[in-house]
C-alpha cells in the first residue's frame, strides 16, 4: 500500500516543512514576531535558487544566494515593521506576503508568472547528482540537521535568551539595556534565511515552481505546525511537521475528490488550530519555565 | 475630465464598500484594542449567505437576502467571539494567542465556505439593471445601491452611537473598560453587541461586493487587508477616521491607478498593501489618531 518511494517522497516533505517550522519558530516561537506572511520567505527563497540554477549555477551557490537574497528582503521588510506591535506587524507582513504573490504572479519575465518555472537542474554536490528520492532524503536531512543545530545554538544562547525575554515582555527587556530593535531584526533574517534554504531544496526536488505553492495557507499549516509542537520548541516543530505531512497525506488517501478534500483538512486543521491554542496558548508543548535555580549559596547550606 | 468624474464615481462606490467593512474593524478595535482578523471573513459569508439565499431552492428576493444574511451574520460574529476570543479575553495570554485564533477563524469559515458552495468564482447571477446618466459619468445601480446604503449605514451608525444608551455605553467600555465596569456596564453584553454590529456591517459590505462583482473563497483576506488599511489609515480605533479612510483607498485605487500606473489594473489590487505599509512606515497613528492613544511602537 505505501511504497518505499511514497514514504521517501513523504519524508522528503516533512522535512522541507521541519526546515521550514523550525525557521517560523525563529521568529514566532522565540521572539514572538507573528509573522503571517512567512510563506513570502519560503517563495524568495526558492525563485532564487530557482533562477539562479537555470541560469547555470551550482547547488550550493544557489542555496546560498537564496539564504542571503531572503535576509535581505527581511532586513528590508523589518526595517519599517519591526516597531510595530503584534496586531499591526501581524497585519503588514500578512500584506507583504501577498505582495510578494503578486510579484511572483505578475513579474512574468523573471519568474514565468502563473506557468512559472520548470525543468530546473537537479541538485550535485562534490560530484554527486540528487538524483533519486533516497538520496535527496540524504540530502536534505543534512540540511534539517545543519538547520536544527544552528536554531538550537541559537536558542540557548544569550543571544536566544535576550529573544524569549523580547517574547515574554518587550517592555522589559528594553528596561535591561538590550536593543529589542537589532534583536528582532536579526530574528527575522535568521527566520527567513533558513526559510531560503528550504526554498532551494524545495526547487530541487519538485524541480518546478509556481506561485501557488507560497500562499498564506502555507504560513497558517506552519503556524499550526509550531503552535502544536510547543513554541519555540524545535523538536516539538520536527515531530509535529512529521505528523502534519502525514495526516494531509493521509486525508488525501481517504479519497475524497479533490474539491471536498482540500477545503476539508483545511476546516479540521483549522479547528484544531482553535482548539490548541484555546486550550493551551502556548504550544502542547511548553518551553519547562526556570522557575529557580539553585545557586552556590543556597546549595552550600 | 469626463475620465475623472467616471472615475470619481467609481472612486465613490468602492470607498463606500471599503469604509463599510471598515467600520466593523474599527469599532471592534476601539472596544478590545483588539485587530479582529476574521472580519473579513465575516464580510465573505455574509456575501455567500446572499448567494445561497438567492441562487437556491429558496430564491429570496435580493432585499429579503440581504436582511438574512445581515441578521445570520451579526449571529455569527456574536458566536465567533464567544468561542474564539472571550477564553483569551478572561486569560492573561500574549498577544499572539487572539491572533492565532483569529487566523484560525478566517481559514475554518473559508474551509466551509468551499465545502458548501465550492471553490470557483460565482456571481449572484441577477439580471442586469441600467444605470443613469449623471452628468459627464454613468452610474450603475449596483454603484447606486452601494453609496446610498452606505451613507444611511453610516448615518445610522452615527446616529446608535451619539443618540442611544447602547452606544453611549458602547463609547464608555471603548473608553475605559474596567472604570465602565465599575460603574456597572454589562461590558461582555456590550462587546457582543459590538461584534454584531460589526458584522452585520462586514455582511452589508460582503454582500455589496458580492453584487459589483462576484464571490471567490478568498474573498475574504481581501477584504480583510483593506479594511484594516482603511483603518489603519483614519487612524486605528475611530470609526470616522475609517470611513475617511475607506474613501482614500477608494480613491487612490481608481483615480491613482488610472494616473499614475496608467490603468494597470493588475496592480490595483497592491493598492492597499502599498498604503497600509507607507502609514505604517510614515504615520501609523493614522491621519486621525492620536499619537499617544494608539500603541503602535
Not at chain 1, 531572503?70 to 532586513?75: E, I, R, T
Not at chain 2, 467593512?21 to 465575516?42: D, E, P, Q
Not at chain 2, 489594473?265 to 505604517?280: C, P, Q
Request: charged residues 10%; hydrophobic residues 55%; aromatic residues 10%.
Amino acid at each position: 500500500m505505501l511504497s518505499l518511494l511514497m514514504l521517501q517522497h513523504l519524508l522528503v516533505i516533512a522535512v522541507i516543512y521541519s526546515i521550514l517550522s523550525i525557521s517560523l519558530n525563529m521568529a514566532v516561537g522565540v521572539t514572538g514576531l507573528f509573522n503571517m506572511g512567512h510563506a513570502a520567505f519560503f517563495g524568495i527563497g526558492a525563485y532564487t535558487a530557482a533562477i539562479l540554477s537555470l541560469a547555470g549555477t551550482p547547488f550550493w551557490l544557489d542555496m546560498l544566494a537564496a539564504v542571503c537574497m531572503c535576509g535581505l528582503v527581511a532586513a528590508l521588510i523589518g526595517l519599517p515593521t519591526l516597531r510595530l506591535v503584534a496586531d499591526y506587524l501581524a497585519v503588514a507582513t500578512m500584506g507583504l506576503g501577498e505582495i510578494a504573490r503578486a510579484v511572483f504572479k505578475n513579474w512574468t519575465s523573471l519568474t514565468g508568472g502563473t506557468m512559472g518555472l520548470r525543468g530546473i537542474p537537479q541538485a550535485s554536490l562534490f560530484g554527486l547528482t540528487f538524483i533519486s528520492t533516497a538520496r535527496f532524503l540524504g540530502l536534505s536531512v543534512a540540511c534539517l540537521l545543519v538547520v536544527y543545530a544552528v536554531a538550537e545554538g541559537l536558542l540557548h544562547s544569550p543571544f536566544g535568551r535576550v529573544l524569549k525575554s523580547i517574547r515574554e515582555d518587550e517592555i522589559a527587556a528594553q528596561s535591561c539595556g538590550k536593543d529589542t530593535y537589532w534583536f528582532k531584526m536579526w530574528a527575522l533574517v535568521i527566520s527567513a534565511g533558513m526559510a531560503g534554504v528550504a526554498g532551494s531544496l524545495y526547487v530541487h526536488y519538485i524541480n518546478f515552481i509556481d506561485p501557488t505553492s507560497f500562499t498564506m495557507w502555507i504560513t497558517f499549516f506552519l503556524l499550526l505546525i509550531i503552535m502544536v509542537g510547543g513554541l519555540g520548541n524545535n523538536l516539538g516543530a520536527v515531530l509535529a511537521s512529521v505528523m502534519f505531512v502525514a495526516v494531509r497525506e493521509g486525508l488525501r488517501f481517504i479519497g475524497l475528490p479533490t474539491s471536498i478534500g482540500a477545503p476539508l483538512q483545511q476546516l479540521i486543521l483549522g479547528v484544531l488550530l482553535l482548539l490548541v491554542t484555546i486550550l493551551a496558548p502556548q504550544g502542547l508543548i511548553p518551553e519547562r519555565k526556570i522557575i529557580a535555580r539553585q545557586t552556590d549559596h543556597a546549595k552550600g547550606q | 475630465m469626463r475620465n475623472l468624474v467616471q472615475l470619481l464615481v467609481n472612486s465613490l462606490a468602492a470607498g463606500g464598500n471599503y469604509a463599510l467593512a471598515a467600520i466593523g474593524y474599527a469599532l471592534v478595535y476601539s472596544i478590545l484594542k483588539y485587530v479582529n482578523f476574521s472580519h473579513g471573513s465575516v464580510a465573505m459569508v455574509g456575501a455567500y449567505l446572499i448567494l445561497g439565499l438567492t441562487s437556491s431552492w429558496l430564491k429570496l428576493n435580493l432585499i429579503f437576502a440581504f436582511v438574512v444574511s445581515v441578521l445570520l451574520s451579526a449571529f455569527l460574529g456574536v458566536i465567533i467571539e464567544r468561542i474564539a476570543y472571550r477564553p483569551l479575553r478572561q486569560r492573561r495570554v500574549s498577544t499572539l494567542a487572539p491572533l492565532v485564533t483569529a487566523v484560525a477563524v478566517s481559514f475554518i469559515l473559508e474551509a466551509v465556505v468551499t465545502i458548501v458552495w465550492g471553490v470557483d468564482i460565482r456571481g449572484y447571477g441577477l439580471p442586469v439593471v441600467r444605470g443613469w446618466r449623471v452628468g459627464p459619468a454613468r452610474v450603475t445601480t449596483v454603484q447606486a445601491i452601494i453609496i446610498a446604503s452606505g451613507v444611511s449605514l453610516m448615518l445610522c451608525l452615527h446616529f446608535l452611537l451619539t443618540r442611544t444608551r447602547l452606544g453611549k455605553a458602547i463609547r464608555a467600555v471603548s473608553d475605559n473598560r474596567e472604570l465602565a465596569q465599575t460603574l456597572g456596564l454589562d461590558v461582555d453584553k456590550i462587546i457582543s453587541s459590538v461584534f454584531a454590529i460589526g458584522s452585520a456591517l462586514a455582511a452589508v459590505a460582503g454582500g455589496l461586493v458580492g453584487l459589483d462583482t462576484f464571490v471567490y473563497p478568498t474573498m475574504g483576506f481581501m477584504i480583510t487587508i483593506k479594511a484594516f488599511a482603511a483603518v489603519a489609515l483614519g487612524g486605528l480605533g475611530n470609526v470616522y477616521g475609517a470611513i475617511v479612510g475607506g474613501f482614500i483607498i477608494g480613491l487612490l485605487e481608481n483615480v491613482g491607478v488610472w494616473y499614475v500606473l496608467g490603468g494597470d489594473a493588475r496592480w490595483k489590487e497592491s493598492i492597499a498593501y502599498a498604503v497600509l505599509f507607507l502609514v505604517l512606515l510614515l504615520r501609523p497613528a493614522g491621519i486621525f489618531g492620536s499619537r499617544q492613544g494608539t500603541r503602535v511602537l
